[in-house]
T-cell receptor, first 110, second 113 residues
Framework: SQQGEEDPQALSIQEGENATMNCSYK?????LQWYRQNSGRGLVHLIL?????REKHSGRLRVTLDTSKKSSSLLITASRAADTASYFC??????????FGAGTILRVKS | DTAVSQTPKYLVTQMGNDKSIKCEQN?????MYWYKQDSKKFLKIMFS???????INETVPNRFSPKSPDKAHLNLHINSLELGDSAVYFC????????????FGPGTRLLVL
């Protein structure tokens, strides 16, 4: 069954604005990861946050994790047209596998 | 010098045929995966191998048979293809099972007519 669910399903913003995507999950996790998928391409790992971490930064990306609410958010600051892609959260709940959410489609208009 | 490569990139075939997809990684990782991404972009794991041994086998029809000749290669053979098999199939690898980032190939777009 699907573990992570992203919200919103689709997001359209202007270049320079910030984009926030949310992910909710159902079970306890070891870590949560965010991936980007450009149209017609494979997934690219963006950032991993462990269950004992609350916030992590990587360049223009900021990820938060609230294990009490079983939710995470991905913030992309000062968005660019090249950020246009689908973004997926994936949870590692043990069992040697990741479970992916349905993704958020982000469109950044220039 | 592509990290995870898959062949072919596109595969169009008739119902009932048998086809194979090949995957190779040059990252020195021990673990490889096959995922299926459906038309709604939902990505689901099918199989995982660690050092040539099967460690994950989700509820996948037995028409799908993975094979890992060595830890750098993981192939997927599909027998008696059905319309519902149409999807994008992704290979991925990671240093070890479960933990950490996974590195994905470019995908194989399979269309069954």
């Amino acid at each position: 069954s699907q573990q992570g669910e992203e919200d919103p399903q689709a997001l359209s913003i202007q270049e320079g604005e910030n984009a926030t995507m949310n992910c909710s999950y159902k079970t306890s996790i070891n870590n949560l990861q965010w991936y980007r998928q450009n149209s017609g391409r494979g997934l690219v790992h963006l950032i991993l946050i462990r269950s004992n971490e609350r916030e992590k930064h990587s360049g223009r990306l900021r990820v938060t994790l609230d294990t009490s609410k079983k939710s995470s958010s991905l913030l992309i600051t000062a968005s660019r047209a090249a950020d246009t892609a689908s973004y997926f959260c994936a949870t590692d709940a043990g069992g040697n596998k990741l479970v992916f959410g349905a993704g958020t489609i982000l469109r950044v208009k220039s | 010098d592509t990290a995870v490569s898959q062949t072919p990139k596109y595969l169009v075939t008739q119902m009932g045929n048998d086809k194979s997809i090949k995957c190779e990684q040059n990252l020195g990782h021990d673990t490889m995966y096959w995922y299926k991404q459906d038309s709604k972009k939902f990505l689901k794991i099918m199989f995982s191998y660690n050092n040539k041994e099967l460690i994950i086998n989700e509820t996948v029809p037995n028409r799908f048979s993975p094979k890992s000749p060595d830890k750098a290669h993981l192939n997927l053979h599909i027998n008696s293809l059905e319309l519902g098999d149409s999807a994008v199939y992704f290979c991925a690898s990671s240093p070890n099972p479960g933990a950490g980032a996974q590195y994905f190939g470019p995908g194989t777009r399979l269309l069954v007519l």
